[in-house]
């Protein structure tokens, strides 16, 4: 924000309460909390109407998928991917509702939305919340270049760059070992690397790859065709860039429980963080 | 000195973070407010798309992108006695019925439709499922028959009513009269060279490039232009609209 630090005066120390999170960064992270759940189940059932992806401009039934969820004329659900193909009975394809009913449908009802097969409303949760997901970001990536968070606390710095650096951290990592006290207050290159890839190459990349499944945009931007070399590869990126996103939430969430719960939501909800004290 | 009970920025971070709670609350448990929330994604994209792109033109491909097998959809065979009879007689009989308001109103056959200045394109079909399929579309432009019968200023959409039905509803969708006049929007009689297969919408089907499947209404009987949709079908703009709730606007 634009007060200036107070702990500039004197560094803080373990047991500190220091000023962690701006407020652009809380209501964009709780916004998104809400917006990439919607946008995700939502995207489920879409993706439920034709459970197929290509490469490609065109793609359809007739046509080579590269992945595919369906069921077997038997009992089974399946999931296949180029020649493999995985027994998903039960979870995807395949599965049974909170009713006791059978469903043959790729994603089962407990992640989407809505939970039962409704393409419409499935789009206009999904077309809808788009807005509010593409415009949170424009407007928190422009915040984040004139209050410098990202060129200060997201980029890099010239030390974290180096790979003796990066490899102690996944060491640090690997063994669940957390920055305490000073150290604390910034994020670790592993850190910086999964925020800058979700921010400059996950979401923009779901956001242009959604731009391109439009008849009505690809008139518009026609490049946007070139660039991701069709509306079916289009189409098979987006799914994969959300299998990215999904990865990172999983992630995250977990950091956040080894990390200490309280302390780290907290300090996404006031911006206040206390600094872990420095082991004796 | 005392710091202020309300800052600026504590003013910033109770209403957002309100706004984030009311909605998600409004969301959850309201379903009128809901349905009011989710109609808004559409009349975004409609009002966006024809401010950035209103007259862009669709891509179009070359032969060699032609999708080998060009899947069927919707009705593939209209039920009607009255289109059983137009089939079996090459549509020798059929007529297009041009009407609403316009100032001349007008039946055209088949063969005078294909005397008409003709226009190709290849061009890829998007349903609303997600699957694409590339074809070649020849046909007259639909701008050229609505200068013909002379479209009245009051005209603000063209409806196209089909012979297929679902259970005995009539198929027809309805567009706006920007994309009725784009130049790649046609009334297509000729698919990859070939006449229109019955499967395909034979022998006429609208092709309105910027949008998806559903909106390229097959079997097309007659068109209507009217100064709204709410007397249409359950006034939605079209089959899908009506019925499961698809949106009217399927640029996207």
């Known amino acids: 924000m634009h007060s200036p630090e107070p702990m500039a005066i004197q560094a803080p120390k373990g047991g500190d309460l220091v000023d962690r999170h701006r407020l652009s960064t809380r209501l964009w992270h709780w916004t998104n909390v809400i917006t990439i759940v919607i ?21 359809a039934n007739p046509d080579y998928a590269w992945l595919q969820i369906g069921a077997t004329q038997g009992e089974t659900g399946f999931l296949r991917v180029g020649s493999v193909t995985v027994d998903t009975t039960g979870v995807l394809g395949r599965w049974t509702e909170s009713s006791g009913q059978v469903r043959n449908r790729a994603f089962p009802s407990w992640a989407t939305l809505p939970g039962s097969y409704n393409l419409a409303l499935a789009r206009r949760w999904h077309l809808t919340f788009a807005w509010v997901f593409a415009l949170g970001i424009t407007a928190y990536l422009i915040r984040s270049l004139i209050n410098r968070h990202l060129q200060r606390d997201l980029l890099p710095t010239a030390e974290q760059a180096r790979p003796a650096h990066i490899w102690a951290d996944i060491k640090h990592h690997a063994k669940l070992q957390f920055p305490k006290g000073e150290a604390a207050r910034h994020y670790n290159i592993l850190q910086k690397f999964a925020y800058l890839s979700v921010l400059l190459v996950l979401i923009p990349g779901i956001i242009l790859t959604g731009f391109t499944m439009s008849p009505s945009l690809n008139a518009t931007f026609p490049w946007l065709l070139d660039v991701f070399g069709g509306r079916q590869s289009a189409r098979s990126l987006h799914f994969i860039f959300m299998l990215g996103i999904v990865a990172f939430v999983i992630v995250h969430l977990l950091m956040v429980v080894l990390a200490g719960p309280i302390n780290e939501i907290r300090s996404m909800i006031t911006g206040r963080y206390r600094l872990p004290k420095e082991d004796k | 000195m005392m710091a202020p009970l309300l800052t600026r920025r504590s003013i910033l971070t109770g209403l957002g973070f309100s706004t984030i709670i009311g909605t998600t609350g409004g969301l959850v448990l309201s379903p009128s407010f809901r349905d ?23 891509p179009e491909f070359t ?38 308001l316009v100032a001349a109103p007008q039946a055209f056959s088949l063969a005078a439709l294909k005397a008409m200045p003709a226009r190709a394109q290849i061009t890829r079909h998007d349903c609303v499922e997600g699957w694409s399929a590339i074809g070649k579309w020849t046909g007259v432009p639909l701008a050229a028959l609505l200068t013909q019968v002379k479209l009245l200023p009051t005209a603000r959409y063209l409806v196209l009513h089909c012979a297929d039905d679902f259970s005995g509803n009539a198929y027809y969708e309805s567009i706006d009269l920007v994309d009725a006049f784009h130049p790649q929007t046609m009334l297509a009689h000729t698919m990859n060279d070939q006449p229109l297969s019955v499967g395909h919408g034979a022998p006429l089907r609208l092709r309105v490039e910027r949008q998806l499947g559903y909106k390229q209404a097959k079997y097309i009987m007659r068109i209507e232009a009217t100064a709204t949709l709410a007397n249409i079908g359950l006034g939605k703009g079209g089959y899908w609209e009506d019925q499961i709730g698809y949106d009217w606007y399927a640029g996207i």
């Open chain 2, 63 to 100: 032969e060699a992108d032609l999708s080998p097998d060009f899947r069927t959809n919707g009705n593939t065979m209209p039920a009607s006695a009255e289109y059983q009879r137009h089939m079996e007689t090459s549509f020798a009989n059929w007529r297009l019925q041009v009407d609403g």
């Open chain 1, 39 to 59: 946008m995700l189940m939502s995207g489920l059932m879409i993706f439920n109407a034709h459970p197929r992806l290509y490469w490609g401009k065109y793609g």
């Open chain 2, 36 to 58: 009011l929330v989710l109609a808004s994604g559409e009349k975004l994209a409609y009002q966006t798309h024809r401010l950035i792109g209103r007259n862009a033109l669709a």
